[in-house]
Every structure is written in C-alpha cells, then in structure tokens.
C-alpha cells in the first residue's frame, strides 16, 4: 500500500521554507522619535520584518537594559549611560559607534514670544517656569545644567526649573503653556508646532551632543540588518532633514 504520508512529508523537505517575519526591539532615547519612525516604516514595508520601538530618557532606558529587560539594538543620547551598559556586559562592545549629533536650543510659545538675549534669561523669564529634562540623570538635562553653568544663570534659574522624565516630556510642558520656556534639542521643535526657537545654545557652554548606538549580544540578524539601515544614505538623509548631525569622521 503506497504511503502518502510518506511523499508528503519527503516533497516538504525538499521545498524551500516560507520566509518568517522577525520582530526587532529597539530602546531609544525620546529625541529619536519621530525619524526613527520613519525609517523602521520603509524598512518593515521593504522585508517584511516588524520593529518594536522603547522611547525614553536614556538613563530609564539604560537601567531597564542592565536589569534584564529584552532589547536588540540600542541608541542613547549619552556616552556615559552607553559606557554603563558597556560595562555591566549588556552590549556588543565591537557593534558600538557614534551615529549622531544634535544641538541644544531655547524655547517659547510660537506666537508672542521675541527672541531671547541669553544674557538677560534671568530678567526674561522672570518666575516663570523653565521646563527642562531630568537634570541628573538624563542627557538633554544634563546638558542644559551644563550649559546654564557655563552662562553663569543656574543659580538664579534653579527655582523656577521644572523638571520632565525625557526631553519630549519638557517639550509638552511648553507647548501646553505649563511652562513658559524650555531647553531642548534643536530637532525636537520640528515635532512640535506649537514652540518655536528663542535662542541657540552655544555648543561650547556643554559636553558634545552624540548619541551611541549598539547591538546586544543576543541581537538576532535582523537586527544587525535594521541597524544597517539607519548608517545608509536613506537612513542618514532621514536624520539630516529632521536636524540631526552626523559625527565627524
């Protein structure tokens, strides 16, 4: 008696295996969302393969990582908090490498607010509230400490300092008026209609603005591909026009 089972379970070992759809995880620091977004879309349209996306402040992000949390591919706003997963064994040592820079720049309201002298910040702000990203623990805060340090305003503006868990966060704070400036990136106002730009801060009055991204030691080969992605001219083309810097070679 001929065993159909048998063939059947022959021709599908000779077949070629359909194709399995790959999810990868990506922790982001929240200056990222938005471009980042964009390319994971043009990506997943491409192969196929989905991408999950963690947007936060870079010191929550690197604590979930070194606490045990799943990620694959990680980009952070800050060396340090880099160099703390780094050492703690949480990252591919030899997948790490600078990807971009960004800009620190003072915020209002988009309608009624004149451009800031930063020599008379104090005067202009007055006791209004300066919304600002965590100023111990996450980059964009830290920072814009820095930079308010440098300037010689940190002392007199740290009472009127409100403090937001990510840089978006200090974002929303102004642009819903429950603060009447900010300090954030300078490609966190294209996501933003309502804010617009008051000053630029000098970039020598705080560390450089670079943002480290690695793989995982576990990282499946879909994630070193999307990693890929974000290095190629489209991806890069994707950052540039929403105001990000390359690093120098």
């Known amino acids: ?22 999810n990868v ?15 994971a879309e043009a990506w997943q349209a491409e192969t196929g393969h989905s991408v999950t996306f963690s947007y936060a402040g870079s010191s929550a992000l690197a604590r ?23 050492r703690a064994g949480a990252i591919a040592p030899a997948t790490r490498r ?5 800009r620190l720049v003072l915020i209002g309201p988009a309608e009624g607010e004149a451009p800031v002298d ?10 209004d509230r300066l919304a600002l990203a965590l100023t111990e623990a996450v980059p964009a805060g830290i920072y814009a400490r820095a930079a308010l340090i440098d300037l010689g305003h940190w002392d007199r503006l740290a009472p009127q300092v409100v403090e937001a868990d990510n840089v978006r966060a200090a974002l929303r704070l102004v642009a819903i008026g429950a603060a009447r400036f900010g300090i954030v990136y300078a490609t966190d106002v294209v996501q933003e209609p309502r804010v617009a730009v008051l000053a630029e801060i000098p970039e020598d009055s705080h560390p ?24 190629n001219l489209p991806g890069r083309n994707v950052f540039l026009q929403a105001g990000f810097g390359l690093p120098v070679e």
């Open 64 to 86: 979930q990582i070194e606490a045990g949390a799943p990620a694959d591919l990680v980009i952070l706003a800050s060396e340090d908090w880099m160099d703390v997963l780094d």
């Open 98 to 102: 600078v990807v971009l820079t960004n």
């Open 208 to 231: 450089p603005i670079r943002y480290p991204m690695a793989l995982t030691p576990g990282a499946s080969r879909e994630a070193h591909l999307f990693a890929s992605q974000l290095e």
């Open 1 to 22: 008696m001929f065993n159909w089972l048998s063939l059947g379970l022959g021709l599908s070992l000779l077949l070629p295996s359909a194709a399995i759809a790959e």
């Open 25 to 39: 995880t990506v922790f982001a620091a929240a200056s990222l969302a938005g471009p980042l977004d964009q390319i």
């Open 118 to 127: 930063l020599a008379d910040l104090p005067a202009r702000i007055g006791t």
